[in-house]
C-alpha cells in the first residue's frame, strides 16, 4: 500500500520547465485552497455582519486574510520540506491516544464545511430554479459521481475545473458592486480596528472560522506534494516562492470576494435599515426588491459555484485526515459518500423540524464550529515548522514564528472567550435544565481545553529520541534469510470466469508435485443459496462437471488433486472449505469484475482477506 499523501495524485504534475510555464506550473494548489475561503459559510457570516454592523467588520476580514495566509504558507512549506501533510505530521509526533480526539475533531470541522456547502448549493438552486430545499439539499450528493470523474481525469483537469468556478463567483460580484453602488469612502472606514463584543464577536468568529478554515491547513500540505520538485536545497527554495506567489494571489481573490459579499450586504441592507439579514434566501430576497431580477441572478449563480467548488477540496481534505490520522485507505467514493451524508443529515433534520428559514443561523453556527477546530490544527503546523531538526535550514525564521503563535494566540483566546460567554448564557436561559449543562456540556468543554494545552506543550516536553520515530509503518528489520516456505496443501478457488489456466499454472508453481492441490468452486445460484448442498439445479452440474474435469487434467499430468463445491456466499464457503480440508495457500481470479461492477456486485477477494488466516496469491 502507498503512503503518500493523496497517493493517487501524488508528484503527478511535471515542474522542470522554464519561464513563465514553470510560475504556471506550480499555480493550482492554493486555487484548490482558496475555495474554501469563499464557500458559501463564508457568505452566512458576512451577510450578517454586513447588515447588522455596516462596513465596521472588515478589517476582521483582513486580519483573517493575513492569518490565513501566513498559516497556508506555513502549511505548504510543511508539505514541500517534509514531504508530510499535517495530519500524517500530526500522527508521527503525538501519542495515540491523543490523535484519535484530533481525528475526531478534524471529521466534526470538515462534516460542518461540507453542511455549509450543501445549504448553500441547496439555497442556490431554490433561488435560481425554484427547487425545494429538501430536495437541493438531496441532489447534493449526486456530486460524488463528478469528484470522482475529476479526479480520473488528473489534478491539472481538477484544478481547472475550480478556477473557472472561481471565475464565475468572481465576475458575479462584479456585477454585483456594479448593481448596488457602495459607497467607497464609508467602505474605507471599516478597514480601521473597533472593539468586539456581543454580536459582533460572536459573528467575527464565525468570520475568522470560514475564512481561515482548518481542513484547509490539511489539504495545501498535501496539495503541493502533487508537484514533481526537485530535492535538492535550491529545488525547494524555488517551490517554496513559487507557492507562495501562488497563495498570495489566490487568497487576496477570495479576500475580495468576501469583502464584496460583506459590503453587498452593507450597501444593500444596512444602509436601507435592515439590521438582522442572517438568511441567505432573505438577502437575495431583498436584492431583487431592492435592485431587480439582475441582482439575486447572478448571487445564485456565484452561490451554486462557490458550493460546487468546495464540496470538492471538503472531499479531499477529509481523505487526507483520515489517510493521515489512522493510515485508513477506503474508496473515494465511500469517503465522499460518508463525508456527504454527515453532512445531509443535520441539513434535512433541520428543514423538516424547524423549517428552510433556519439554515442561515446553521451555516453560522458551522462556521464558529470550525473556527472552535482551528486550534488544533495551527498549533501542530506551527510547532512542526519551528523544528529545526525536521526543517534544517527551512524553519521558518523567528518574525515568523513570533507572528504565527500571535495569530494562534488571538484564534485561541476569541475562541475560548466566546465558549465561556455562550454557556454563561445557556445557564441564564436554561431554567432548571442547568443540572445538564454543568454534567455535559462544562466538562466536555474543560476536555477539550485540557485536550489543547496537551497539544501545544507537548513538543516542547518530548525528547527528540521520541520525536525520530518512522511514519507510518516504523524502521525496517534486519532481513534474515531463512529456508523457503513449502506449501502442502494448496486451494484453487475457480469461478469459471475464463482465467482457469492462468490460475491453476500459478497455483501449480507454487507447490509443484510435492503439494496437494484442492480445486474449489462456489455456486451462486439462487437454489444453492436457499438449498445448499441439496441444489441439484443445472447451474450446480454444469459447474461440478467442469470442476471435475480440471481435477482429471490435473491428476493425469501427475498431480495429486480433489475438487470441493460449496453453496451460497462465495468467501464465507470457501473460508469454511480452508478449514476443513487444512489448506495452508489460496490462490484466487480476481472474480472477472471491473470498476463499477465491483461496487455492484463486490468482490470475493476483499471479503477473503478478512476471513482466512493463510497466504493469499490473487491472478488478475
Same mark, same amino acid.
Given at each position: 500500500m502507498r503512503t503518500e499523501s493523496l497517493s493517487e495524485v501524488h508528484s503527478t504534475v511535471r515542474t522542470d520547465k522554464k519561464g513563465w510555464r514553470k510560475i504556471l506550473a506550480f499555480i493550482g494548489p492554493a486555487y484548490l485552497v482558496s475555495v474554501g475561503y469563499m464557500d458559501p459559510g463564508n457568505w452566512a457570516t458576512d451577510i450578517a455582519g454586513g447588515s447588522e454592523f455596516g462596513y465596521k467588520l472588515i478589517w476582521v476580514l483582513l486580519m483573517s486574510n493575513l492569518i490565513a495566509l501566513l498559516l497556508q504558507s506555513l502549511?505548504?512549506?510543511?508539505?514541500?520540506?517534509?514531504?508530510?501533510?499535517?495530519?500524517?505530521?500530526?500522527?508521527?509526533?503525538?501519542?495515540?491516544?491523543?490523535?484519535?480526539?484530533?481525528?475526531?475533531?478534524?471529521?466534526?470541522?470538515?462534516?460542518?464545511?461540507?453542511?455549509?456547502?450543501?445549504?448553500?448549493?441547496?439555497?442556490?438552486?431554490?433561488?435560481?430554479?425554484?427547487?425545494?430545499?429538501?430536495?437541493?439539499?438531496?441532489?447534493?450528493?449526486?456530486?460524488?459521481?463528478?469528484?470522482? &470523474?475529476?479526479?480520473?481525469?488528473?489534478?491539472?483537469?481538477?484544478?481547472? &475545473?475550480?478556477?473557472?468556478?472561481?471565475?464565475?463567483?468572481?465576475?458575479? &460580484?462584479?456585477?454585483?458592486? &456594479?448593481?448596488?453602488?457602495?459607497?467607497?469612502?464609508?467602505?474605507?472606514?471599516g478597514f480601521v480596528p473597533s472593539k468586539l463584543s456581543g454580536d459582533a464577536l460572536y459573528i467575527a468568529i464565525g468570520i475568522i472560522g470560514a475564512t481561515v478554515m482548518p481542513h484547509n491547513l490539511y489539504l495545501h500540505s498535501s496539495l503541493v506534494q502533487t508537484r514533481q520538485i526537485d530535492r535538492s536545497k535550491k529545488g525547494l527554495k524555488a517551490a517554496l516562492k513559487f507557492n507562495f506567489v501562488d497563495s498570495a494571489i489566490a487568497l487576496n481573490m477570495a479576500f475580495l470576494v468576501n469583502s464584496a459579499i460583506l459590503v453587498l450586504a452593507a450597501a444593500a441592507f444596512y444602509v436601507n435599515g435592515y439590521f438582522h439579514i442572517a438568511e441567505i434566501q432573505d438577502a437575495s430576497k431583498l436584492l431583487d426588491h431592492l435592485f431587480g431580477k439582475t441582482a439575486p441572478t447572478f448571487f445564485g449563480i456565484a452561490l451554486i459555484a462557490a458550493g460546487q467548488s468546495s464540496t470538492i477540496t471538503g472531499t479531499l481534505a477529509g481523505q487526507i485526515v483520515m489517510e493521515g490520522h489512522l493510515n485508513l485507505r477506503i474508496q473515494p467514493w465511500l469517503r465522499r459518500l460518508i463525508t456527504r451524508l454527515l453532512a445531509i443529515i443535520p441539513a434535512l433534520f433541520t428543514i423538516i423540524y424547524f423549517g428552510g428559514d433556519a439554515l442561515g443561523s446553521l451555516l453560522i453556527l458551522s462556521q464558529v464550529v470550525l473556527s472552535l477546530q482551528l486550534g488544533f490544527a495551527v498549533i501542530p503546523l506551527i510547532h512542526f515548522t519551528s523544528d529545526r531538526k525536521t526543517m534544517k535550514e527551512f524553519t521558518i525564521k523567528l518574525w515568523v514564528k513570533v507572528l504565527a503563535w500571535i495569530s494562534a494566540a488571538v484564534i485561541v483566546y476569541l475562541n475560548i472567550k466566546m465558549v465561556i460567554d455562550e454557556i454563561a448564557k445557556w445557564v441564564a436561559n436554561s431554567g432548571n435544565d442547568k443540572i445538564y449543562i454543568y454534567l455535559i456540556v462544562v466538562p466536555l468543554a474543560v476536555a477539550v481545553l485540557a485536550l489543547l494545552i496537551f497539544i501545544f506543550a507537548y513538543p516542547l516536553f518530548t525528547s527528540s529520541k521520541k520525536k525520530k520515530k518512522q511514519w507510518p509503518h516504523g524502521k525496517a528489520e534486519v532481513f534474515k534469510l531463512t529456508e523457503p516456505v513449502k506449501y502442502q496443501h494448496i486451494g484453487i478457488a475457480i469461478d469459471f470466469s475464463g482465467n482457469e489456466q492462468k490460475i491453476i499454472q500459478n497455483a501449480l508453481s507454487q507447490g509443484g508435485k510435492s503439494a496437494s492441490y484442492t480445486l474449489i468452486h462456489v455456486v451462486e445460484s439462487a437454489a444453492a443459496r436457499y438449498h445448499g448442498d441439496k441444489s441439484m439445479d443445472y447451474e450446480t452440474q454444469l459447474d461440478a462437471a467442469n470442476l471435475e474435469a480440471y481435477q482429471k487434467s490435473l491428476e493425469e499430468l501427475g498431480y495429486n488433486a480433489d475438487s470441493q463445491i460449496g453453496f451460497g456466499d462465495p468467501a464465507s464457503e470457501i473460508s469454511k472449505l480452508i478449514t476443513k480440508n487444512d489448506i495452508d495457500f489460496l490462490v484466487v481470479g480476481s472474480h472477472g469484475h471491473k470498476r463499477v461492477k465491483d461496487m455492484v456486485y463486490g468482490t470475493t477477494v476483499d471479503s477473503l482477506r478478512h476471513t482466512i488466516q493463510i497466504p493469499l496469491l490473487i491472478v488478475t
Open positions: 502549511s505548504a512549506r510543511l508539505g514541500v520540506v517534509r514531504g508530510m501533510d499535517l495530519a500524517q505530521a500530526s500522527k508521527n509526533l503525538y501519542p495515540k491516544w491523543a490523535n484519535i480526539p484530533l481525528y475526531i475533531l478534524a471529521e466534526i470541522a470538515i462534516a460542518a464545511c461540507d453542511l455549509a456547502e450543501i445549504v448553500g448549493m441547496a439555497i442556490g438552486l431554490n433561488l435560481l430554479f425554484g427547487l425545494p430545499l429538501i430536495w437541493g439539499v438531496g441532489l447534493t450528493a449526486l456530486d460524488t459521481v463528478l469528484l470522482l &470523474f475529476l479526479m480520473n481525469k488528473g489534478m491539472r483537469t481538477m484544478e481547472a &475545473f475550480i478556477v473557472a468556478l472561481v471565475s464565475v463567483i468572481g465576475l458575479s &460580484f462584479l456585477v454585483e458592486m &456594479f448593481i448596488v453602488s457602495p459607497v467607497y469612502s464609508d467602505v474605507m472606514k
